[in-house]
């Protein structure tokens, strides 16, 4: 089975269509989406209408949680609250419902889906955590793999039952050790910072055991542009770049 998994669209339409292309090009069985689909960029209810159209089961990010419940925003930094505050009156009332009954986690396939850090955790960052914290993780969590976003970098966090080692992933095809526990990071497909600018998104293959981390050209100063005109932080629209 491939399961395209997909994270941080952060309302970046053109570039979670250019995925969804991609997607299509390569041949998937199910996609997953782990959260952040709005936020920083143009078009944050046009990105929940497509995940919701292509029926893609996906997980609460902590921008969804700051627009269902402003207490969550205190968290955010004061461009990234501003861009959430502009977020908010962009929405529908039917999308924030929506949002609101988005769950904290997701097993399917035997892997578990998850914005920030397992178990269920779409607030804490990979780079945040221990290694005894790791350790604790990987002996608790049922599922040999997770899927994390939150960070929107590629990481891969390898575990042998002892040791965990952390490696940053790229452009290519890795072999999974069916003995050994992961916690993988698939990036971001609208507002990477891995020094990076395409779309990212990741494909976990069941059988053949290998996960293949995909990049994706997008029109990029479309969205620049759209960020400027509809008043959003110009930092985000630099930021794609
Ligand atoms: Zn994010």
Same mark, same amino acid.
């Given at each position: 089975m491939r399961i395209a998994i997909i994270s +941080?669209?952060?309302?970046n339409l053109e570039a979670f269509q250019s995925v969804l292309t991609d997607i299509e090009t390569v041949g998937v069985d199910k996609i997953f989406c782990l959260g952040d =689909?709005?936020? %920083?960029? #143009?078009d944050p209810e046009a990105s929940v209408t497509l995940l919701r159209e292509r029926a893609i089961p996906s997980v609460i990010g902590n921008h969804e949680k700051a627009v269902i419940d402003?207490?969550? !925003?205190?968290? @955010?930094n004061p461009v990234a609250r501003e861009s959430l505050q502009k977020t908010i009156k962009m929405l529908s009332e039917d999308t924030l419902r929506f949002l609101g009954g988005l769950d904290t986690s997701i097993v399917a396939h035997g892997c578990r889906f998850v914005?920030? @850090? #397992?178990? +269920?955790? $779409?607030? =804490? %960052? !990979? @780079?945040?955590?221990?290694e005894a914290k790791l350790h604790r993780t990987f002996a608790k969590m049922p599922e040999r793999c997770c899927f994390v976003g939150h960070t929107h970098l590629l990481e891969c966090v390898e575990w042998d039952g002892d040791i965990a080692v952390t490696s940053e992933l790229t452009r290519r095809t890795y072999r999974l050790n069916p003995d050994r526990g992961y916690i993988i990071n698939v990036g971001?497909?609208?507002? $990477?910072? +891995?020094? +990076?600018n395409n779309a990212k998104y990741s494909i976990l293959d069941t059988d053949e055991n290998c996960l293949e981390v995909r990049f994706v050209p997008y029109d990029i100063a479309a969205v620049a542009e759209k960020i400027i005109a509809r008043g959003l932080p110009k930092s985000h629209a630099l930021r794609l770049w």
């Open positions: +941080d669209v952060h309302a =689909t709005i936020g %920083y960029g #143009p402003f207490r969550f !925003l205190r968290g @955010f914005h920030g @850090f #397992p178990l +269920d955790s $779409p607030m =804490t %960052y !990979l @780079f945040q955590v221990s971001s497909v609208g507002q $990477p910072r +891995d020094g +990076d």
